[in-house]
């Protein structure tokens, strides 16, 4: 059987990306949406402000009756009444005249300008101004968005600020593209979970923890299989039913050993699209289906099968959903220490980065072993190196800032 090997990371996004169907879109609640991805453009469906209206608390009146206004020589006016945000002045306003105004209040017919409470002295009905009225006090009906007017188009994150626009638009409900289903299942003998007693050799199992909350942290939905040993019938019968899903992500067994049984199964029962990624940590990874489940094995060890995850499941998950923003925040940085290359691979060092003086360094962490959970914990980014590329310290880097 024959099948892509080492391929590079971008071919891997790539790949996955091609075995996943894009899912359905739906409509939900605004709070349901939260965390989720816009499935359509989505126009306003009100002018915002709906009509004109004041930025600031004051009056109204005429800019021309104002014009001379100023400290020493303030002009008086006379006040008609008020109107708050939520009302409309059921009158025009005529020359001379003023009405008390508060912000968000529509600003009546007849006054083309806005004067600010701190510039004015009221006087039994009349009122003192400071100075000359500002046209450019009042928000203009429809100036931050009109109605019908695209506000976020497909494929932008509904976080706090896209969704309050939601809101503002006038929308109840938005389309989102419908959470992905991604089963995790983790393999090996040796792996038990937090809370059962850990015999000699037993690994507790905190691959499940790490990538299920990346998972959500996607928006997508985890599905957690019971974990399976190593041997082939259990594999086998894990993998046939695991139901519906968009997704299966396998943990461990994908790497070049005897017990190695995900890797083997695929192999040789179902389909493999690529098996080895040329980056470090994490080279072991596959792609492959199980009949029609894709299915995206994960190396076993804790930092490798995050850091797979992050760089390449991650990546492809967001242009499933054709994200507007990018998986990864990456910025240059100034390497104070060394970081190695690896022949033929990307690699991507766990890292420090700092600012000083708001200029961004970076510094190696030592131990770069994949099985040490720590270097992901005390440390804030990846420096990624390609191969044959030298990177002494001063030199400048490239930097995900997780
Ligand atoms: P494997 O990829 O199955 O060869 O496993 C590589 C290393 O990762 C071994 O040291 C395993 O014990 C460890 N490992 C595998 N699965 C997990 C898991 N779910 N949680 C923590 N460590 C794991
Ligand atoms: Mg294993």
Redesign the pocket.
């Known amino acids: 059987m024959s099948f892509p090997m080492n391929v590079s990371v971008e071919y891997a996004i790539a790949a996955l990306e091609r075995e996943l169907k894009q899912p359905d879109a739906r409509e939900v609640s605004l709070p349901e949406a939260y965390g989720l991805t816009l499935a359509r453009d989505l126009s306003a469906l009100v002018d915002h402000p709906s009509l004109d209206d004041s930025a600031l608390d004051g009056i109204a009146c005429r800019v021309e009756d104002t014009l001379n206004a100023s400290p020493e020589s303030p002009t008086l006016l006379e006040l008609v009444g008020e109107v708050a945000a939520g009302s409309v002045f059921s009158s025009r306003v005529k020359p001379g005249e003023a009405v008390r105004i508060y912000t968000g209040a529509p600003v009546p017919d007849g006054a083309n300008g806005i004067i600010p409470v701190e510039k004015l002295e009221f006087v039994g009905n009349g009122v003192k101004v400071f100075q000359p009225a500002r046209a450019s006090d009042i928000r203009e009906r429809g100036s931050d968005f009109e109605r019908g007017q695209i506000g976020l188009t497909r494929g932008t994150l509904l976080n706090s600020s896209t969704l309050a626009l939601c809101a503002a638009m006038g929308h109840p409900r938005v389309p989102t593209f419908r959470p992905l289903r991604i089963a995790l299942l983790?393999?090996?003998d040796?792996?038990y979970e937090p809370g059962e007693d850990l015999p000699p050799g037993g690994?507790?199992?905190?691959?499940?923890y790490g990538l299920e909350a990346k998972i959500r942290s996607l928006g997508h939905q985890a599905i957690i299989l019971p974990r399976t040993v190593d041997r082939v019938e259990e594999l086998e019968s894990a993998l046939s039913s695991v139901g519906e899903v968009d997704l299966l992500l396998t943990?461990?067994?994908?790497?070049m050993?005897k017990?190695?049984l995900v890797r083997d199964l695929l192999i040789e029962r179902g389909e493999v699209k690529f098996w080895k990624v040329a980056l470090r940590p994490g080279g072991?990874a596959m792609l492959g289906r199980w009949n029609n489940l894709p299915v995206f094995g994960l190396?076993?060890?804790?930092v490798s099968?995050l850091l797979v995850f992050e760089i390449i499941v991650k990546s492809a998950l967001y242009k499933l959903l054709e994200r507007k923003d990018a998986p990864h925040r990456i910025l240059k940085a100034r390497a104070t220490t060394p970081f190695k290359s690896v022949p033929d691979k990307r690699a991507y060092w766990r890292a420090k980065l700092e600012f000083e003086n708001g200029h961004p360094t970076v510094s190696d962490f030592v131990d770069q072993r994949s099985?040490v959970l720590r270097s992901m914990v005390e440390n804030n980014a990846l420096v990624v190196v390609e191969a044959g590329q030298k990177v002494e310290a001063g030199n400048e880097v490239e930097v995900i800032w997780l």
Request: aromatic share 8%.
């Open positions: 983790s393999t090996g040796e792996i690994v507790y199992n905190s691959n499940r943990s461990g067994g994908v790497s050993g017990y190695d072991p190396p076993g060890n804790p099968s099985s």
